[in-house]
């Protein structure tokens, strides 16, 4: 049986404003699958980067170690590789060099066949005022929410 795990960075929405979003394979060693289909992963202060052989990596992840591994047992913060298309690469590295634009891992899932997925998203970041507008929005929708569970 194989448990489903979908770990969210609530602080993206927030943070950022998301303009296209990828689904990225991980690529893992050891037990570190065990620990995200525990929910053992923490993903709010990651962001992914180009290294000089244009692969991208995701950086800061923290994937806590298998409470049940051995010696073999990983480490818990270390940059680990993500699976894209070619094009999907280029058009990525393209857009953060000549926009501004940052990529930012919004969720950490496994599908139906146990995979580890990344959701990446390219962003921009908001300002103050933004984030205000967001959270009136928030308020708004909660109160109509209250309103209409009322009646």
Same mark, same amino acid.
Do not use: H, P, Q
């Given at each position: 049986m194989i448990k489903t795990a979908n770990i969210l960075n609530k602080r993206a929405k927030?943070?950022?404003? /998301? /303009?296209e979003t990828y689904s990225a394979g991980i690529? @893992? +060693?050891?037990t $570190? /699958? %065990?620990?995200i289909r525990l929910g053992k992963a923490n993903i709010t202060e990651s962001f992914c980067e180009f290294n000089e052989h244009n692969e991208l990596f995701a950086i800061n992840t923290s994937i806590e170690e298998y409470s049940f591994g051995n010696q073999f047992n990983h480490k818990a913060r270390s940059e680990r590789k993500l699976l894209l298309n070619?094009? $999907?690469l280029k058009s990525l590295e393209k857009s953060i060099d =000549? %926009?501004? @634009? =940052?990529?930012i891992p919004l969720r950490l899932f496994?599908?139906? %066949?146990? @995979?580890a997925k990344l959701e990446i998203g390219l962003c921009r970041? %908001?300002? +103050?005022y933004d984030k205000r507008e967001s959270l009136k929005e928030q308020d708004t929708k909660r109160d109509i929410e209250r309103i209409k569970k009322s009646f």
């Open positions: 927030f943070d950022y404003e /998301i /303009i690529v @893992l +060693t050891g $570190e /699958i %065990k620990s070619r094009r $999907e =000549t %926009k501004g @634009l =940052t990529i496994t599908n139906e %066949k146990g @995979l970041g %908001k300002k +103050t």
